[in-house]
């Protein structure tokens, strides 16, 4: 944890996570419109963030997008926050951020991205995410579908009821490097995720981005059971056994 630990005591690479929170993947040239610094110094500061993997970055045609990735700070949280403080830490900043007139507003709703790296191939991974018997084991739902473009898709319960919490659309089968799928009641409704499958040197790396949030709140249980849910999913790849006491339940759509 020490390069995250360097990475973040520079308030200039602190400034730029905080930039990324508010709108994520932005290229290094909207990055620069908001710091008065060099073009150079700046993309010093992003491949200290990169190395200390605080961000991600992809390419889009000619541009560089630039990511947070929240995986090392849940990782602090995981350590050193136990899971009965939270509910008291939660109150204590709710009322600080009140104090401070400090709310997410809801006409800007970021994109959610998560990126980790899983000791697998990516045919693995693509089986973890498709398969409705390993879903149904690190998920503790069944992701049941033909996984066809247009098809639809369906987050089922185990518990025999034949109930979905969430339904979908399949729109980019890419086996086994992209899915893209709705997560929610339906286009154009329902919000969209997509899982990019990178190898990474002798590893995989995971990229979800979940887009079209329809309010803060949205956004922050997202935040919250994403990181659970591919926690798991990367126990089971690597282990043969999903981490124990982990609420891999994502929360329904509203």
């Known amino acids: 944890m020490d390069p995250v630990f360097k990475a973040l005591a520079d308030p200039t690479r602190r400034l730029l996570l905080?930039?990324?929170?508010?709108?994520?993947?932005?290229?290094?040239?909207?990055?620069?419109?908001?710091a008065d610094m060099t073009r150079q110094s700046l993309t010093q500061h992003l491949a200290v963030l990169e190395a200390a993997n605080?961000?991600?970055?992809?390419?889009?045609?000619?541009?560089?997008?630039?990511?947070?990735?929240?995986?090392?700070?849940?990782?602090?949280?995981?350590?050193?926050?136990?899971k009965f403080e939270q509910p008291r830490l939660r109150a204590l900043s709710a009322l600080k951020h009140r104090a401070e007139g400090d709310t997410m507003t809801e006409h800007v709703i970021p994109d959610y991205v998560y990126v980790t790296y899983i000791e697998a191939t990516p045919e693995r991974v693509w089986q973890a995410l498709t398969d409705a018997e390993l879903t149904a084991q690190y998920w503790g739902h069944s992701n049941i579908s033909d996984w066809q473009?247009?098809?639809?898709?369906?987050h089922r319960?185990?518990?025999?009821?034949?109930?979905?919490?969430?339904?979908?659309t399949v729109i980019d089968v890419n086996p086994p490097s992209k899915l893209v799928v709705t997560f929610g009641p339906g286009i154009p409704e329902s919000s969209t995720v997509t899982f990019d499958i990178e190898p990474y040197g002798d590893i995989v790396r995971l990229t979800v981005t979940h887009v079209g949030?329809?309010?803060?709140?949205?956004?922050?249980?997202?935040?919250?059971?994403w990181p659970a849910v591919l926690a798991n999913l990367k126990s089971l790849l690597e282990t043969g056994h999903v981490l124990p006491d982990v609420p891999w339940e994502m929360p329904q759509p509203r």
């Open 213 to 225: 949030l329809a309010s803060a709140t949205d956004h922050a249980d997202v935040s919250h059971g």
């Open 18 to 34: 905080d930039r990324l929170r508010v709108r994520n993947g932005q290229t290094l040239g909207e990055l620069c419109a908001h």
């Open 54 to 82: 605080l961000i991600s970055s992809t390419r889009r045609g000619r541009e560089k997008l630039h990511y947070l990735n929240p995986v090392p700070l849940h990782e602090i949280h995981q350590r050193w926050i136990g």
């Open 157 to 168: 319960r185990v518990d025999g009821s034949g109930v979905a919490d969430v339904v979908g």
């Open 149 to 154: 473009p247009g098809s639809p898709w369906e």
